[in-house]
């Protein structure tokens, strides 16, 4: 919560600087714009952006699943050898055409929508949505009621089940409450890429692209704009900031 | 005639009996609960597929048996059925009892109970969930008050208006619960407005099945008695909402049926679903249903207190089939991410999800039941919340 109000004071004081830039550009050139819409210290969030992802789902092979491998690293997730308890913030999914025969493999994760059943049904808040797009589960006020498991169409969210030891102080996690994929909101903060991104692009095939979508500058928007793609469950008009191509 | 109440007291070993099982349920219930806290719900049955399990089932069948239950008490006061004036109070005693009982299963089952106080100090207003806190602690409030005009001579004159809003209550409450499910877009079981109805019926069915075997039980306990006409009307009732529950539930599915984007789910339950599809035929609609339909409209035996004993016995037997195959069996069809092709990974994506209910679960839920029956005996041992029958037959 500290972080949603943090950014909404954050962007009602960017407004106020770029506001402020705005009209002095005349003069100044570009450079107060620059200096307003640069990221501060304290500043966490910021509606300009939407993070999201675009998998390529003909780059991405069927025994390779060097991005779970890096998520499950980055966050400690190694579970208690119990497959039906055990969390999974991503997987591989493999897909096969029941016409065609044709089979495909991607990832699955949380798809950090843009209206997430997750957020609408939680009881506390304590599913929300940052102003970047990411969406997030606060430990401190998670009862621990599922709804959202239930509510999630793309079974991206595990409740932990038992006791986890030896986490990661930019990941906490805690048994009771649910959890899902942070998008590594940790370096994405540091200007970072998520780790399965990396772990794709360094051990995989080179299948995801990270960056802000609402960018036209960055690959990602460019991508998406000059090939097709395809949110999975578009039909449920959820705005997912996670996008397939070649599926 | 002036109706006269009083507390309950007996001496009978089924009364003590019954006592001493309910006292065991709830430290048996507690007990589970605080198992599966420490451990983790790892030591359930419930899963990552299967996150709402038994204790859901039970919770959920007490929840919509405690909005049924006060349907007697509304006869009374909405519809001035006079007949069923006497029992009003227990009515309304029934109603509380059976939604704590519930709550607390509910309550004990999260992951974190012990965080309640968030649960009642940070609210979405957007999740029914709230709504739902709301509309539960709002219940208990309206029907203590109701209780309040009932007991209280000077304020007998609210008690319709009281009456009138705890039944409205229990609607909007029941519309709460249904939407639950009827909320859920992403599964191919739920996302339906028709839960709304079928919850709300199934309710009726439920609160009536348990109040005919709560008055029989009292009765006999305080060697009192319970008209047979009361009784008899009840079961005929009951038949009624049986068969208004048979109807909704066959427009629920032959709905779903035409829609070709939900044969997958449909053929699951009606057809290839094992435990829950002999669940649904032979526990939902057979013994829920059609038997107890049969032995109220086309035999006599519905007009025998044993008869009245069984066909209760059978509705909750099928209306705990109903809730178990809603809402474990609509989870464990798996979520339909990619119509058209077949899925398969390491979480099950795919495949029918696997649940055994464990022994905590089962636990917890009964210990929800015996803290429900357990305070209804307690307060009506302080309380005068008894028709008594004597002192009526005695002054007419």
């Known amino acids: 919560m500290q972080v949603t109000i943090k950014s909404k004071v954050n962007s009602k004081r960017r407004k106020l600087l770029a506001g402020a830039a705005a009209a002095a550009g005349l003069s100044s050139g570009f450079q107060l714009i620059e200096l307003a819409l640069a990221k501060s210290d304290d500043e966490v969030a910021s509606s300009l952006k939407r993070w999201g992802l675009l998998i390529d789902t003909e780059k991405c092979a069927s025994d390779c699943d060097a991005c779970v491998s890096g998520c499950n690293s980055e966050h400690n997730l190694d579970g208690f050898d119990r497959p039906e308890t055990d969390a999974q913030w991503i997987r591989k999914i493999e897909l096969t055409d029941q016409q065609t025969g044709h089979v495909s493999s991607l990832p699955m994760l949380c798809q950090h929508c843009e209206n997430p059943p997750c957020v609408d049904v939680c009881p506390t808040g304590a599913s929300f949505k940052r102003d970047d797009g990411i969406v997030l589960v606060d430990k401190h006020i998670c009862i621990g009621c599922r709804y959202c498991v239930m509510a999630c169409p793309y079974k991206a969210r595990s409740f932990i089940h038992e006791s986890l030891h030896d986490q990661k102080s930019y990941s906490p996690r805690g048994k009771g409450t649910v959890e899902s994929c942070t998008l590594c909101v940790h370096r994405i903060d540091k200007d970072q890429a998520p780790a399965c991104v990396e772990a794709c692009n360094t051990q995989g095939n080179g299948a995801m692209l990270f960056g802000d979508l609402k960018d036209e500058g960055s690959d990602i928007a460019k991508k998406i704009k000059a090939s097709s793609s395809r949110q999975v469950r578009a039909d449920l008009g959820l705005n997912t900031g996670v996008r397939y191509q070649n599926l | 005639m002036t109706q006269h109440f009083k507390i309950l007291k007996s001496n009978q070993p089924g009364y003590w009996l019954s006592l001493l099982l309910f006292t065991l349920l709830i430290v048996a219930g507690y007990g589970a609960a605080h198992y599966m806290e420490t451990q983790g719900h790892w030591v359930s049955g419930m899963n990552n597929q299967i996150v709402w399990g038994l204790p859901h089932v039970f919770a ?280 058209g092709k077949d899925v398969s990974s390491s979480f099950f994506d795919g495949v029918v999800a696997h649940y055994s209910p464990s022994m905590p679960e089962l636990l917890l839920g009964l210990g929800g039941f015996g803290l429900s029956l357990m305070l209804l005996v307690i307060v009506m041992r302080v309380l005068p919340f008894l028709p008594d029958i004597r002192a009526v037959q005695i002054k007419s």
């Open chain 2, 60 to 339: 959920i069948f007490l929840i919509l048996a405690a909005s049924g239950a006060i349907n007697v008490a509304s006869l009374s006061s909405v519809f001035s059925k006079q007949g069923y004036k006497p029992w009003a109070r227990m009515s309304a005693l029934l109603a509380i009892c059976l939604l704590i009982g519930g709550l607390l299963v509910l309550v004990l089952d999260l992951g974190r109970p012990e965080r309640l106080i968030v649960a009642m100090t940070y609210y979405n207003f957007k999740s029914i969930f709230a709504w739902n806190i709301f509309l539960y602690t709002g219940f208990i409030f309206v029907v203590v008050l109701y209780l309040w005009t009932m007991f209280e001579h000077s304020m007998n004159k609210y008690t319709q208006n009281a009456g009138l809003l705890a039944f409205v209550w229990r609607f909007v409450l029941t519309s709460g619960t249904g939407s639950i499910f009827g909320f859920l877009v992403a599964r191919q079981f739920f996302d339906a407005a028709m839960m709304v109805p079928i919850f709300i019926v199934l309710s009726l069915v439920l609160g009536t099945s348990v109040f005919i075997l709560v008055s029989l039980t009292v009765t006999r306990w305080d060697q009192t008695t319970i008209s047979e006409e009361t009784i008899f009307s009840l079961v005929r009732l009951l038949g009624i909402f049986i068969a208004a529950e048979l109807f909704l539930v066959a427009v629920f599915h032959l709905t779903n049926l035409y829609a070709t984007e939900h044969h997958g789910v449909e053929r699951f339950i009606l057809m290839d679903g094992g435990r829950y599809t002999r669940l649904f035929w032979l526990g939902q609609i057979v013994v829920g249903g059609m038997i107890p339909l049969g032995l109220i409209f086309l035999t006599r035996y519905g007009n025998k207190t044993v008869g009245a004993v069984v066909v209760s016995m059978l509705a909750l037997a099928g209306s705990f089939s109903q809730l178990y195959v809603t809402i474990i069996g609509g989870q464990a069809y798996p979520l339909v991410l990619f119509p």
